[in-house]
DNA sequence: AAATAAATTTAGACAAAGCTAAAAAATTGT
DNA sequence: ACAATTTTTTAGCTTTGTCTAAATTTATTT
């Protein structure tokens, strides 16, 4: 990632970050009050933040009208971006903690300022291309593939990807999930949905079953896409 | 480490670090000019810092004595020396750096609050002893034990330890290192010194080899010993 | 098209952590 | 012992990032 040669203060940091998630959501200009909230303060405050952030060319802003990432900005975004699902992925992979328990921590490590660190961090996971919550992890350049986790349910037949997510974590579901013998990582095939129920018959490591629509609604796969 | 349920900056747990280093060098009070030196600021500044730091009952403090450290204080100390040298075996161990280059993001990483991570680290690791330079990992409760790091020239024959550092890092000295199949983490044992010239012979996965007083002078080995 | 409501900005203050310059205490030298 | 020097502290100012309250601009309603 083109290296930023100027200071950012944690602060500015992560206020790039949260005008670029909330850019993905609206895609339009993000308003004072958004950022407010998002970053749990007043819009005063972002008031100054952005004025801030536009003397140095992260943002693009005129009064009243709300804020958008320059380009420059929106590559300090997706460095700080690549770090924090990075780190996820260390936590997850190497330090054993589940996927839920990682993101307050990978939210201060993605502030660790270290080429040299995050070069060899990506080597050292094999060079991943998605987080343990399927979104992809941008390169050093800036580029990733656009995400592609969907829910089952929302997958054609023949599909084939990687379980990364849940969107009921009651534990219920999650016993259930461990009595199929179906846990994150898992790599899966769809082979077949019925008209009837929305049921669907996917292919596991330890054999083929059949899911209810309502488990395939609440399965996220990472598809395994050419690249 | 009995976790320290009030919130510290960066600032302050910076000047407890440099507090604990130097009572350690003069195991006296430290002088607000020698602070000031360490942490590059100004001795305004460090009188400033240790009147809040008093008032938070981390260090003792008289005005025109010096400060010195309570125990509350000697433990945050240690909590984040513990932090910083298990970073250094990480980045050493897991990311190869070199022991020399990872001082500087240990910097940043030590002050990552997470006591779960800390732990899964430490376990990650192996539960390791020392770090990269020889120097003692406090455990949990702030206990270790002392450095027993010594230069090959100061310690008597048939010690045996593992090699963790040099004092000269030329370029030359560390080709003669590799030359001669040296290299850190290696466990040497001093099998023999001659009177006359102080070359020592040193017993090595190689073979045993003769080394100079110069070398042995500029080796540091970390004891193996009893603890 | 006013009037009202909502969003945004400005002005003025505050806490943290630093600085400079001046004052006060401690130490040293003779 | 006391003058000179060094160390430490105080006082007042700066910057960063926040806040509240008031003012201003934009959006919405009738």
């Known amino acids: 990632m083109l290296l930023y040669y100027f200071e950012m203060t944690l602060s500015e940091e992560d206020y790039i970050k949260a005008i670029y998630h909330l850019s993905q959501i609206d895609s339009k200009s993000v308003a004072t009050n ?7 303060t007043k819009p005063s405050s972002v008031t100054d933040m952005v004025k801030k ?13 709300g804020v958008s990432l320059s380009e420059k900005g929106r590559l300090v975004a997706l460095s700080i971006i690549r770090k924090h699902r990075l780190w996820e992925v260390f936590l997850v992979d190497k330090l054993n903690f589940s996927w839920d328990e990682v993101h307050e921590v990978a ?12 070069d060899k961090l990506d080597a050292h996971l094999g060079f991943p291309k998605v987080d343990p919550h399927g979104d992809p ?4 350049e800036g580029f990733f ?12 037949i023949l599909s084939e990807g990687v379980c990364v997510g849940v969107n009921d974590s009651s534990v219920t579901f999650l016993k259930f999930l461990d009595k199929n013998n179906i846990a994150l990582g898992d790599t899966f095939k769809i082979l077949d949905r019925e008209e ?3 049921s669907v018959t996917i292919s596991t490591r330890a054999g ?17 896409d050419e690249e």
Chains 1, 2 share one sequence.
Do not use: C, W
């Open 34 to 40: 958004a950022i407010a909230e998002q970053m749990k």
């Open 53 to 65: 952030l536009s003397e140095k060319s992260l943002v693009k802003y005129k009064k009243y009208q």
């Open 107 to 118: 939210e201060q490590l993605e502030h660790i300022k270290s080429d040299a660190l995050i």
């Open 137 to 140: 992890i941008p390169n050093k």
């Open 145 to 156: 593939t656009k995400s592609v986790k969907k829910l089952i349910s929302e997958l054609p």
């Open 196 to 198: 009837f129920d929305g």
């Open 208 to 224: 083929s079953i059949r899911i209810s629509e309502q488990i395939a609604s609440n399965l996220f796969l990472e598809i395994v």
